[in-house]
């Protein structure tokens, strides 16, 4: 019995990885949209209150999620950090990087398709 909760549980946590990523890229790509400069910064704690708006379960947890995919964009090239502190890392894109022209034309799930298939060269 205890196999089938362990698998349980790890498809469980497969799809509120991908939620999670979903809801990354949505957030990076609303502020892509809404952007006047060309420079968007941003921190986990800011996409775990947008992803509080879908889900109400516990936002520590899920920041740790979206700093680990946050932390992948970076290793990709796709995003960079700009500043590290006390209270963590901030991360940007900048308006000449070819993943901001990526988020304004495709959808999340295409996006995120792309990623996870690392079809998306853009270093």
């Given at each position: 019995m205890?196999?089938i909760r362990t698998?349980?549980r790890?498809y ?6 991908v939620?999670?990523?979903l809801i ?5 790509r609303e ?7 060309n ?6 704690s800011?996409?775990?209150?947008d ?5 109400r ?7 740790v999620?979206i700093?680990?995919f ?12 700009i500043?590290?502190?006390a209270r ?5 894109l900048y308006k000449?990087n070819?993943f ?5 034309v ?10 996870e298939s ?6």
């Amino acid at each position: 019995m205890a196999d089938i909760r362990t698998l349980s549980r790890t498809y469980s946590d497969k799809i509120d990885s991908v939620r999670i990523k979903l809801i990354t890229i949505k957030f990076l790509r609303e502020q892509v949209q809404n952007a006047r400069g060309n420079l968007i910064t941003f921190r986990p704690s800011k996409v775990a209150q947008d992803l509080h708006i879908y889900d109400r379960q516990d936002l520590r947890a899920k920041t740790v999620l979206i700093r680990a995919f946050l932390d992948d964009l970076v290793q990709r090239g796709y995003i960079t950090i700009i500043k590290r502190s006390a209270r963590g890392k901030v991360y940007g894109l900048y308006k000449n990087n070819k993943f901001w022209d990526v988020l304004m034309v495709y959808e999340p799930e295409k996006i995120l398709e792309l990623i996870e298939s690392e079809k998306l060269d853009i270093a």
